[in-house]
């Protein structure tokens, strides 16, 4: 009887595989050498211009030309766009007409961070400040009393811009939000945690020194000749400037083991790079053409040019079509898009949020969320069960590691990735990522065996 129920149980229950615990050697070696390669990465790029600029390169290396109208639409051609250097798109030709679809991967490059009002600095209580406005969904309190580096590029009056990173370089200061000591927190500790650091206290310190003389704001006045003597720029050129506060740690191993990774930008760089490598990795045409988009502001509804929404995306998928529009409809109706985004991971010391048989675990591999939105699948991109069944088809031929999740139980809260707007384009599209801890916080946690199944698994969807 035992014997019956073990064979019943074996061919009608899903199995649970624990491959993370039967790792071959080589396998291992293979997850650290990406996860080395995926923190450099991280490290290259803490802004979505940084990271968009990187791929450039990386697509360059690997033979990747720019797109221009006209340019011819071969089979193995290789074209890398930018999009107003934060949004890229990169295309493999495949061996296929356009009219039979392509394979597209979208993740995008921006993450949460302060970004620098257009006047920010001042002065107050013998101290200069920069005033910032967060982007992004942040808790505020985890942003306090960390070092912050700021990262950006500020356009002059007179046509040059110029790129700025203070406090990556070693000796280089950094920045930081002060935050209210114990002692007299007692107010401040009962409050709302999404109340009790108001947006506008998220003032990194500048400097302290008075500029020699009298007068005043002179401590000001001292910051803005630093920023003088290293860029050259004046205080009316953060008029046109995009400066951003971003954590000043680079990525670490995180585990006595060294398993997992923490780092800044996680969310979604672990997909953006999966899909980067897996792309780069493609050693000849591929039977649908390949897509990758790496696009910019997601974290705030992948509004403007160089987000999702962006029509951009559109008139280049139109050109690769030869600009028949015949050809353009027919390629979105048959093109599948992986919307590739970080899922939550399940956290045990909050475990009264996920719903434990309907979630992602760190080491479970790549995570598909067959649907994302809030309560009731509000404002959800619901993908259909035969999109399922054609990724589960090619993960399992491809021994890609998959879980299933949704994003923590009904009614405690939601969000949406690119997906939506993928989909409402008429291309059949499925969310899946890697599950991260702590998503949205400076230092984001993953696990290296993860991060290398979501690069197997965009590497099983290019080759479809
Ligand atoms: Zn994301």
Known sequence: MDEKIKEIKENLLKKKERKFEKLTAEESIQIDAYAKEYMRYLDEGKTEREAAARAMA????????????GSPLLPGS???VSFGGKMVVLVHMGELPMSEGCNIIASHIDSPRLDLKPNP?????????????????????????IPLALHGVVCRKDGETVEVAIGEAEGDPVFCITDLLPHLGREQGSKPLNTAHAGEILT??????????????????SVMALLNSRY???????????????????????????SLIGAYGQDDRVCAYASLAALLGQSAAPKHTSVVVLADKEEIGSEGVSGMKS?????????????DMGVFHACLDNSLCLSCDVSAAFDPSFAEVYERRNTAYINGGISICKYTGGGGKSGASDASAETLAKLRKAFAENDVTWQLCELGKIDVGGGGTVAKYMAERGIETIDAGTPVLSMHAPFEVTSKFDCYHTYLGCKAILAL
């Open 58 to 69: 990386m697509a360059a290396d690997h033979g990747y030309v720019e797109f221009k109208e």
């Open 204 to 221: 990194p310190i500048a400097g302290t020194i008075p500029y020699a003389g009298e007068g005043e704001d002179r401590v000001k006045l």
């Open 311 to 323: 029509a951009k995306f559109d008139h280049l998928l139109a050109s690769l079509c030869g600009n």
């Open 232 to 258: 050259g720029i004046t205080e009316e050129d953060f008029a046109s400037a995009e400066l951003s506060f971003v954590p000043a740690v680079n990525a670490k191993n995180v585990g006595l083991d060294a």
């Open 78 to 80: 290789k074209y890398a």
């Open 121 to 145: 600095l001042y002065e107050e209580s013998n101290a200069a400040y920069f005033k910032t406005h967060y982007y992004g969904g942040i808790r505020k309190y985890q942003w306090m009393t």
